[in-house]
């Protein structure tokens, strides 16, 4: 079993440009999340799902887009990307306890 | 809104000493999560514990749930090298919510 895989890995964007971010589990888990981590900040939840079809915002997610349309996979969206966004994007998958299953992140830096 | 506190934010010990990390909050949680996150990974689940005052062993580490269900601890004996990392702890709240409160974390850093 692979986990939770994201993809890119890195990336460099210019200030406007666009992106998906793509995260994939195959443990069968109903839940997921998307996260950034910041220096000093700790992990900050943007989006989640509950569940195919689902989702619900976080603590942060202006100028973030999410889509779950199957189940073992929950993309993450940045429409006209900012300096601001600049960070590590983890995904998670959770399982009936809540317990949480990270990804290998994804660094981002936006020029 | 919750929010666990965890201390200290950064301890940088010798290899064999033995350390204890703190988690503290003013709510009750429904169980609370130990995470290690290595340097250029993602967070990585230690143990859930459920129970207050609940003890749970993980080879050198040892975790307790506080009795009221509002802080948990973290103790490291005999260091070593391997266990540099960040550690977070994660409160569930339970019921229909889905999300965790996730503490800031402290930075372990164990010298050879």
């Known amino acids: 079993n692979a986990g939770v895989t994201q993809t890119p890995k890195f990336r460099v964007l210019k200030t406007g440009q666009s992106m998906t971010l793509l995260c994939a589990q195959d443990?069968?888990?109903?839940?997921m999340y998307w996260y950034r981590q910041d220096p000093g900040m700790g992990l900050r939840l943007i989006h989640y799902?509950?569940?195919?079809?689902?989702?619900a915002k976080g603590e942060v997610p202006d100028g973030y887009n999410v889509s779950r349309l199957k189940k073992q996979n929950f993309l993450l969206g940045l429409e006209s990307a900012a300096p601001s966004q600049t960070s590590v994007y983890f995904c998670?998958?959770?399982?009936?306890?809540?317990?949480?299953?990270f990804g290998p992140g994804t660094r981002l830096t936006v020029l | 809104t919750q929010l666990l506190e965890q201390s200290p934010q950064f301890l940088s010990i010798q290899e064999g000493e033995n350390l204890t990390v703190y988690c503290n909050s003013s709510?009750?949680?429904?169980?609370l999560q130990w995470y290690r996150q290595e340097p250029g990974e993602g967070p990585v689940l230690l143990v859930t514990v459920v129970t207050g005052g609940e003890v749970k062993k993980l080879k050198r580490l040892t975790f307790q749930f506080g009795d009221a269900r509002k802080d948990s601890s973290l103790h490291i004996t005999a260091a070593q090298p391997g266990d540099t990392g960040l550690y977070l702890c994660a409160g569930d709240s339970g019921g229909s919510n889905y999300k965790l409160t996730f503490g800031k974390g402290t930075l372990l850093t164990v010298n050879p």
């Open positions: 443990m069968n888990h109903e839940y």
């Open positions: 709510s009750v949680f429904s169980s």
């Open positions: 799902s509950v569940g195919e079809g689902t989702t």
């Open positions: 998670a998958s959770g399982n009936k306890h809540n317990e949480q299953f």
